[in-house]
């Protein structure tokens, strides 16, 4: 039976990534600083603890895995992450889990280690045209991200090829692009834009204004969880190292979402814009490359996988409010 360790295990992805392994079979060991909020693991094994500790991380890191995934991070959405409150914390531990679970899997032998990074790293100054960004692989440098959040991927990214050129290893790197889903963060400040207004609008009455940041003409694309965990691990498992993204090309502006997301609740309800952070203006996932180099890139319609999000964010809120 093939083994693999899922970090960060109790998240949004890292969740979906283990029933995907173990349905192929695997057995799998889940690391997180908590249990998943909303369901059950189902990992042979689960371990609580901070990786940001190195004794820990080697304890859980304690034998050779075929698969490791490293998907735990200090992150959140735009209200946590472009603040700038929480620079020093996103920067120290996210580089802390990564120097931690990157050295206790050379000292174990372990090859195989996948790095979810983000398009955060991209430059800023390519993402200026909402109609028009520029976030092809090598497009990445010179450096400018417009967080400490895309720094500290950039760091890393590094950090995970320096080790497959210096000790052998075949790490895999992915830049993730807004990924969404049920089994997400949907409240408390670190959900992202489709949770966020998936929640507002299933709180709304009919008649209300539901507020977003800035004027809502800035765009993004949004992937559903489903075809991250179909890439990831086609990433994973492939002889090409990355960089590469991982997301949808199909950009829409963030009212357009919203309006999305009211259509589907059937409510009359408007958009209010208002001061607030909104990040780079334009972003989009560019697929050449991981078509090119894996022969895929997603294809579900953004309407199909916001139906679904909606669906149960909605379900969260009603059982909230019952409670």
């Known amino acids: 039976m093939k083994t693999a360790l899922v970090c960060g295990a109790g998240g949004f992805i890292g969740g979906h990534l283990v029933k995907r392994l173990k349905a192929e079979g695997f057995w799998v060991?889940?690391?997180?600083?908590?249990?998943?909020?909303?369901?059950?693991?189902?990992?042979?094994?689960?371990?609580?603890?901070?990786?940001?500790?190195?004794?820990?991380?080697?304890?859980?890191?304690?034998?050779?895995?075929?698969?490791?995934?490293?998907?735990?991070?200090?992150?959140?959405?735009?209200?946590?992450?472009?603040t700038g409150e929480n620079d020093a914390d996103v920067m120290h531990n996210s580089a802390t889990i990564n120097l931690n679970v990157l050295d206790a899997c050379h000292k174990r032998n372990i090859k195989r280690v996948f790095y979810s990074s983000s398009a955060c790293m991209y430059p800023s100054h390519n993402?200026?045209?909402?109609?028009?960004?520029?976030?092809?692989?090598?497009?990445?440098?010179?450096?400018?991200?417009?967080?400490?959040?895309?720094?500290?991927?950039?760091?890393s990214?590094?950090?995970?090829?320096?080790?497959?050129?210096?000790?052998?290893?075949?790490?895999?790197?992915?830049?993730?692009?807004?990924?969404?889903g049920p089994l997400g963060t949907w409240r408390g400040g670190k959900e992202k834009a489709p949770a966020a207004l998936c929640r507002k609008v299933a709180v709304a009455r009919e008649g209300d204004a539901i507020e977003i940041w800035g004027d809502g003409k800035q765009t993004r694309s949004f992937l559903f969880i489903d075809e991250c965990i179909e890439g990831t691990l086609r990433l994973a498992r492939s002889a090409f190292e990355g960089p590469v993204n991982i997301g949808s090309e199909e950009m829409i502006t963030i009212n357009g979402l919203a309006n999305m997301i009211i259509d589907m609740s059937g409510k009359r309800i408007s958009i209010a814009n208002i001061d607030g952070p909104t990040g780079v203006r334009g972003r989009?996932?560019?697929?050449?490359?991981?078509?090119?180099?894996?022969?895929?890139?997603?294809?579900?319609?953004?309407?199909?996988?916001?139906?679904?999000?909606y669906d149960w964010v909605h379900a969260q809120v009603m059982r909230n409010i019952a409670a």
């Open 29 to 82: 060991r889940g690391v997180d600083i908590k249990f998943h909020e909303y369901e059950e693991t189902v990992a042979d094994d689960f371990a609580v603890g901070d990786l940001r500790d190195q004794s820990f991380c080697r304890s859980v890191i304690d034998r050779h895995f075929d698969e490791v995934y490293q998907l735990a991070a200090d992150m959140g959405g735009a209200g946590y992450i472009f």
């Open 127 to 155: 993402q200026e045209d909402p109609d028009n960004p520029l976030c092809s692989e090598d497009s990445a440098y010179p450096a400018a991200p417009d967080s400490e959040y895309g720094w500290e991927k950039l760091f």
């Open 157 to 180: 990214e590094r950090l995970y090829l320096a080790y497959n050129r210096n000790h052998g290893m075949q790490c895999r790197v992915a830049r993730y692009h807004n990924i969404f």
């Open 284 to 309: 989009n996932s560019d697929n050449r490359l991981i078509q090119q180099r894996l022969g895929w890139a997603p294809s579900r319609p953004l309407a199909a996988g916001m139906r679904v999000t």
